[in-house]
């Protein structure tokens, strides 16, 4: 059984949830940390962790082995047109990416939250446990009960604790469902594919080829469905087509699919919109949260940078958490996921359409001109990003998609869920086994057992 009462749950031991974690953990708190299976453990993922997640890594002076550096990235568009996009050194990350395969970059972050006192339980959320209507813990398949003052749901797209805690809104979500394996081979330049299944029909997605560790390839296909999570299937039937397709384009050595590894398959909640990231004593981070981005993929950044947030948020003042932690998404996400989540909406059903614009996005003279700025916004790095004719092309390019957007239904749900924070953030009861002092808002560790 649990031994608690414990400070913080945190559901879900992945990027976000061990961040999250870690920082409340060193911070003093008394944190459960659950996972539903052992590490190390693999994930569907392109393993390319982005430059504010890299630079997240060496704030929490976490140690992280060496391993491929990712740089600039091509962008393959319909008919075999290609795009260069620069990497930079931003004034608040570095000018590259790392690869990290998810099954040691878990575990380590794992390790990590464990060395600094998280107890970890392994076992399903099974049955929520409430206390005056709130959400205060879970009752696992493995027979612990766990409790604790707040709740930080970690757990991934399909996340139990947003279920639960009624944050989601099914019909609005933009779901997503991506396969991966790996490949024997060297890749130089990670590239993510514009592709078109027939001339004027383009996938309702991306595909990618990333470097790998010693001499391999991580090779995936994504699928956008909007909010019918219907699309499971499709992604795995075009992996091998998607394999001819990069071999043909002389990225892949092989089209053969016996050549490759074993296909993992997950689904992705991209753009934010759908979920509540928090309310009362329950706050949501990385996937759980909605917080990849729905252009690209990207999303072990987000779920670190939004695991560290919450737990800030809780260290400041747990009465006060979810309003804080809302207003830390607000200002450092929601700009480009409101515009890019829009855009996603209106664009996965007009596979002509997407084809266009990916032809013209990666017509020679537009790509040259616009690669830079293109890298800049496309990964989510105009804040902090240098001054010159890239940032100010990634502003242009924010300008006009707020502008495009600006009365969209996904931006109408947006000012619904993130500008309304006093109700939603409501200060919950305090009781005598929160570990909690009355009157106080910071958080201080439960002293007895």
């Known amino acids: 059984m649990g031994d608690g009462p414990f400070d913080v749950l945190v559901v879900g031991g992945g990027p976000g949830g061990s961040v999250a974690a870690t920082v409340l953990a060193r911070a003093g708190a008394r944190v459960a940390l659950l996972d539903k299976g052992t590490f190390p453990r693999d994930k569907a993922c392109g393993d390319l962790v982005g430059p504010r997640g890299v630079q997240l890594l060496t704030d929490l002076q976490v140690s992280v082995p060496a391993g491929p550096v990712a740089g600039d990235m091509l962008v393959l568009g319909p008919g075999g047109r290609r795009v260069r996009l620069p990497s930079f050194v931003g004034l608040t990350y570095p000018g590259h990416a790392r690869v990290f395969p998810r099954v040691g970059l878990d575990a380590l972050l794992y390790d990590e939250a464990q060395r600094c ?206 309003k804080a932690y809302t207003e830390v998404l607000a200002r450092d996400h929601l700009p480009y996921q409101r515009i890019t989540a829009a855009l996603q909406s209106s664009l996965l059903d007009r596979p002509r359409v997407v084809a266009a614009l990916g032809r013209v996005l990666t017509s020679p003279g537009l790509g040259r001109a616009v690669a830079g700025g293109w890298a800049v916004f496309w990964n989510e790095l105009l804040d902090g990003a ?57 958080l201080i560790p439960s002293t007895g057992d």
């Open 386 to 442: 240098p001054p010159g004719r890239s940032r100010r092309v990634a502003t242009v390019a924010t300008s006009v998609g707020e502008l495009i957007t600006r009365r969209t239904d996904a931006a109408a749900w947006f000012d619904r869920a993130y500008y309304r924070t006093g109700d939603a953030a409501g200060r919950p009861d305090r009781g005598p086994e929160s570990g909690y002092r009355a009157g106080e808002d910071r």
């Open 117 to 322: 006192g998280a107890t970890s339980f392994t076992g399903r959320a099974d049955e929520p446990i409430f206390d005056a209507g709130q959400l205060v813990g879970f009752r696992t398949s493995a027979g612990d009960v766990l409790r604790a003052r707040t709740v930080i749901g970690a757990d991934g797209a399909t996340s139990r604790v947003a279920t639960v805690a009624g944050l989601v809104e099914p019909d609005r979500v933009l779901w997503g469902f991506a396969v991966r394996t790996y490949l024997p081979q060297s890749v130089d330049l990670p590239t993510i594919a514009m592709w078109a299944l027939d001339r004027w029909r383009a996938l309702p997605g991306y595909g990618w080829i990333f470097p790998g560790e010693m001499g391999t390839a991580n090779l995936g296909l994504g699928v956008g469905t909007l909010s019918r999570r219907t699309g499971a299937a499709v992604a795995a039937k075009l992996l091998p087509d998607f394999m001819k397709y990069l071999h043909s384009e002389g990225l892949l050595e092989t089209h053969s699919q016996s050549d490759a590894g074993r296909v993992l398959g997950g689904w992705l909640k991209m753009g934010m919109v759908g979920t509540t990231p928090a309310a009362g004593n329950v706050l949501l981070v990385g996937d759980a949260a909605g917080l990849v981005n729905p252009l690209q993929g990207e999303g072990i950044a987000q779920a670190m940078m939004s695991g560290r947030a919450a737990a800030e948020a809780v260290i400041r003042g747990p009465g006060q958490a979810a």
